[in-house]
């Protein structure tokens, strides 16, 4: 239970502070993908930070893209990743990765990594979006593919949720 | 002096296509054709299943001076009615109080469909390859500017010249608070721009604008005009003009998509997903909206389904569109049977809720409770029988210290918020279609009402993630909620939402909330 405000909190206080402590870019990065790991996308460690793990996520981004800013030359900021890969064949790596998959469980965590470890700051924008967009079509049709073949009963097991009550 | 590299490619584009000195219809049509927007590599920035054709053909057939000149005597007509003749009879001091409040909802919430429509036909204008069908996709977007204005201005004109402006002025500030925004948003800005660009196109034109706009922008036209609003039909007519041409767009994307092989896999799954998106928020609001904010009846809102949703749409629109392999889609007969109850089920909840809100609701009349009853057989007795128990409590009244909301609660009636539709339900009470499902997935449970939503969220989870005001909230005391996320009049103190239209009735305050303690809990956690 969250009995505090939904903008002033003191959990986003807490976070704060944590972010200000973040001083090269190396740390910045490490700081967001742990980040993103635990508290963000279906695929997350805990739901701790439920309310507010949306606004701490774009604070880090802030940070990290500030850090960002004073550590990477221009090349670096439009041809790199944080880490320095060439940000291009880290796409096409992803893409191909997607392209060669044919389950779609497997092809929803290549897209949720892909944007755990890329979104940026981490990589820059402009290789970022096109990737997101080959990845996320290719998902979409494995998802779409014979989209009534199972029963209702059968996708919640191939899902692998937990039946607490239907009615 | 050197020239621009820009000002040289207008001045070539010029030298071959000639600019008309004439404004003959057809030559400015046939100018505008012979526009090409050619990229060296022509992609989309948006993600699609489908490849759309490109020599689609659109039927926008008014662009440029004809479409301007057009739009410009529209606006002119409508504003100059609103401005002139309507102030001077103080037309918006003679709507029915339950109808002003109605319009709150309405116009607001219709504003973000409109400022969301724009962005889906820029999406669509980027998606598509075939020059003329970009010119629809564009014309479009001028279209759905101009609506969020006028959806924007009939708000505008209410808070200046009508009654109780509070709600009308600013309704974006209480966004967060109550739950019909959240589904809202579902249905107006998910399901237009996000995913797959043919799939918003779908739910945006071929069920947004081809089901939904009748029912909405046309019979809202109606029923406001029954309960004395002159106001909205001068703008809301003026908007469904341009519906037809919308109308048209979303035909012309099914054509560009017809011969991909990726329709014959997709398109149908995707047009029943859409359809039950909008209905599933659209079904149960636009009816409580019509008949229980409203006075004077027109006619009963499960007929007006059946005639624009099930069989115009459903059965003629969708039939023209069976060349190319398109079929109405399965969850229309399901959705049928929600037509009947459902906005009954979500008054109930409204009104349990109506301190969330940022309108006035009222309970009905007894001469508006005998027209429930004989359109609606069997009303009386289900939902009559509650609201006359709750008059008698006294739930307009501050000095009460009720709220239906308690009555929920002392009789352990648990209401819900379905996950994929953002809608609230109570499967003990609801005689709509309603069941009660709730996965735990990850460690976090999902609730959810029907097999079609249960089906979208098993198959995308991460498209649902938006927290309910149950998750949000847990553990706060009311008051503080909507204190904290301004749901409070100008004076500070006093509730934009109230049970009641009465103008010599007390309104409720945060401390009159304060003290009914009413506690925020998720009724997952007791599961
Ligand atoms: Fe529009
Ligand atoms: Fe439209």
Redesign the pocket.
Known sequence: MANYKVHDNPVRDEWTAKIGQLKTLSKGHTFLNNFRKTHTTPLRENFDLELDWGWIECKIEEKVALLKHAELDDHQFLNNCICGADAQEVADTAVAAMDACTDKYEAEKLHINFRIDCKPPVMPTNVFMDADRLLGTKLMELRNTNYYALSLEELRIERGVKVITVQ | MAISAATKAATDALAVNRAPTSVNAQEVHRWLQSFTWEFDKNRSKYPTKYKMANDTKEQFKLIAKEYARMESVKDERQFGSLQDVLTRVDAANKVHPKWNETMKVISNF?EV??YN?IAATGMLWDSASAPEQKNGYLA?TL??I???NQCGYVNYYFTKHGQDAAGHNDARRTRTIGPLWKGMKRVFSDGFISGDAVECSINLQLVG?ACF?NPLIVAVTEWAAANGDEITPTVFLS?ET??LR?MANGYQTIVSIANDEAASKYLNTDLNNAFWTQQKYFTPVLGMAFEYGSHFKVEPWVKTWNRWVYEDWGGIWIGRLGKYGVESPASLRDAKKDAYWAHHDLFLLAYALWPTGFFRLTLPTQEEMDWFEENYPGWYEHYGKILEEWKARGCEDPSSGFIPLMWFIENNHPIYIDRVSQVPFCPDLCKGASTLRVHEYNGKKHTFSDDWGERMWLTEPERYECQNMFEQYAGRELSEVIAELHGVRSDGKTLIAQPHTDKDGKMWTLDDIKALNCVFSDPVDAL
């Open positions: 219709l469909g409109e429509a479009q279209d759905e101009r609506h969020t604008e706009t908007i341009d519906e919308h």
